[in-house]
Every structure is written in structure tokens, then in C-alpha cells.
Nanobody
Framework: QVQLVESGGGLVQAGGSLRLSCAAS????????MAWYRQVPGKERELVAS???????NYANSVKGRFTISRDNSQNTVYLQMNSLKPEDTGVYYC???????????WGQGAQVSVSS
């Protein structure tokens, strides 16, 4: 079955860095667009960054210049390098894998990121 397993979350002070990883299995990883979403209580899940099968990237305005998404197709893993973290980056970060013909794709279990001021 499909599994997306996130790791790398934690508690960090403002200005610090974290790197999230999402290891995928049960899918043809190289054929999937991969993305990171963030959700905070009471709000909808929002797109943070995405990377296409060809490597094209897209970022939310709030994280441009601070976050970098990358993928390693040989390891079936997508990464989110988060630098200069701010308290408003706090949330549960979810990994998503989706092919073009899919409506929502597959989701990981989420990783908590907490940034203290």
C-alpha cells in the first residue's frame, strides 16, 4: 500500500532551521508531483511548496527565499529545508504525492513544527 512517512519536525527557536523529509513507498515516485502543506488549528490546510516531476518548484509567498523543496528520485524522498523560521511557520506539515489525473493524491501522517519566539 501507499505510505508517505514524514520526519524531521520539532521545536526550534525563531531564526533557526529544520529539514523535513518524506519517504514514499507504494507509488511510482518519479511520476508524482510532490508537495508540502501546512495546517494550523482552525484553518484550512495550505500549500507551502511543491515540486513537479521535472523539478519545477512553486512556493507560497510567505516562505519564498526561506524554504527550499527538493526531491531525490533514487531515494523516493522529498525534502523541505526551512531556514529563518518564524513563529507563524508553526503547524503540522503534511507531505502529498499526486499524479496529474488524481484529485487529491496521497497524504502522510504529518509532522509537527513549532517555532518559538
Amino acid at each position: 500500500q501507499v505510505q508517505l512517512v514524514e520526519s524531521g519536525g520539532g521545536l526550534v527557536q525563531a531564526g533557526g532551521s529544520l529539514r523535513l523529509s518524506c519517504a514514499a513507498s507504494g507509488i511510482i515516485f518519479s511520476a508524482n508531483n510532490m508537495a508540502w502543506y501546512r495546517q494550523v488549528p482552525g484553518k484550512e490546510r495550505e500549500l507551502v511548496a511543491s515540486i513537479g516531476t521535472g523539478g519545477a518548484t512553486n512556493y507560497a509567498n510567505s516562505v519564498k527565499g526561506r524554504f527550499t523543496i527538493s526531491r531525490d528520485n533514487s531515494q523516493n524522498t522529498v525534502y523541505l529545508q526551512m531556514n529563518s523560521l518564524k513563529p507563524e511557520d508553526t503547524g503540522v506539515y503534511y507531505c502529498n504525492a499526486k499524479r496529474l489525473f488524481q484529485l487529491s493524491g496521497f497524504w502522510g501522517q504529518g509532522a509537527q513544527v513549532s517555532v518559538s519566539s
